[in-house]
């Protein structure tokens, strides 16, 4: 009887660590990082740059000491007195991906890296960590956030920038806010980016299971200006004045299309509650990108807006990698394929049942032939992450492998809907 007590003691301990109150340790208001991530292929080092006070907090009020999926980072806050964890998050960036190009073997770069994290009632402690495709530590930072530092930058009380509702679902509490944001559009083109944010909305809740989780969003539109209108073309010599300088080319990529400009992007928000960002760009060229907790930025007037702004805010919503693959590219470096990748729709077959090895049907041929597409809409199809061979992804195609495909495969569709639950469920 005493044994079985103490093991429910224990256990209602563990329950109430899991549920912590938010208000225990958090103001309503947002703590926001900026760091440098600088380095080269073989160095990396993290510094800090500024912190910054938003208003309020827009992010989840639970689940604050867990994380939704690994990343290729992670930030996590501890009570300074205490030692106790109370919050994390996860990340992938710019730099990292930078990491695997040819320029990154010869020179070294620092790319702006910003993060938003709930304002400490008492002082903590933060350490950011940068993780290798090998899931081992290649920088990490420790720093102490006094929440009455003087030096800390009160930011949003003033010069907010314009802005609308697209949709409002409810409050920031409860909701997921989702910031749109203009780029290349000028002070006279602000209507045509109001029509373009609509049709940003339009486009990502045609998908499920967005569709069917509209209720959960909040989306708002933020009126940034431009002095130029249209982005940076660099193949074509075409450079713009635009407020966070884009430019497709990137890594030499035609149609990569991002943004080094990370604090201009916060900045721009300032003052409007927002958890994840959209940037479109006013020009038809093809093309975007999409970071996993840092942003999507996608070209608004391309015929494939529609799909790719999808795609790519499956990438820094859901945390979803690439399912394309080319035929004559056998491995890249990307995924190690003794390592399984922390994306939920690809694997290497290390840890398949941490995957979607539960959605197959008992019968399917594993690995499943491409011939038998249509009888198995969920298997195990070679062929993703870059590479031909060694990679798995869920379905034949996909939201996340082509443009032409009408929806996300099951596999994406939950991983999402475990994100979106993990965010609004307490």
Known sequence: MKRNLLLILCLLVVLNLHTQNFADYFADKTLRVDYIFTGDADHQSIYLDELSRLPSWAGRRHH???????????????????????????????????????????????FENSFLLPYPLRPAKIEITL??????????????????????????????????????SGNEADCIDVAILAEGYTE???????KDAEKTCESLFYYEPFKSMKNRFNLVAVASPSDDSGVSVPRKNEWKQTAYNSHFDTFYSERYLTSNQIKAIHNALAGIPYEHIII???????GGGGIYNSYTLTAAHHPAFKPVVAHEFGHSFGGLGDEYFYDDDVMTDTYPLDIEPWEPNITTRVDF???????????TPVPTPENMQ?????????????????IYRPAFDCRMRTNKYPTFCPVCQRSIQNIIEFYTNK
């Open 64 to 110: 604050l000491s867990e994380l939704p999926l690994e990343g290729n980072g992670q930030i996590t806050m501890t009570d300074l007195a205490t030692g106790q964890c109370i919050y994390k998050t996860s990340f992938s960036s710019l730099f990292q991906e930078w990491l695997t190009t040819d320029e990154a073997k010869e020179t070294a770069k620092g």
């Open 131 to 168: 993780l290798s495709p090998e899931r081992k530590v290649t920088a990490s930072l420790k720093h102490t956030v006094r929440p009455d530092d003087i030096l800390i930058h009160e930011r949003g009380t003033s010069h907010v920038t314009p802005h609308k509702y697209i949709l409002k």
């Open 188 to 194: 006279a083109e602000m209507e045509q980016f109001y």
């Open 280 to 286: 479109i760009a006013n020009t038809e060229v093809y």
């Open 353 to 363: 049942a941490s995957k979607w090895e539960d959605m197959i049907p008992a019968g």
């Open 374 to 390: 249509d009888q198995c809409p969920v298997g195990l199809y070679e062929g993703g992450g870059y590479s031909a061979k060694g």
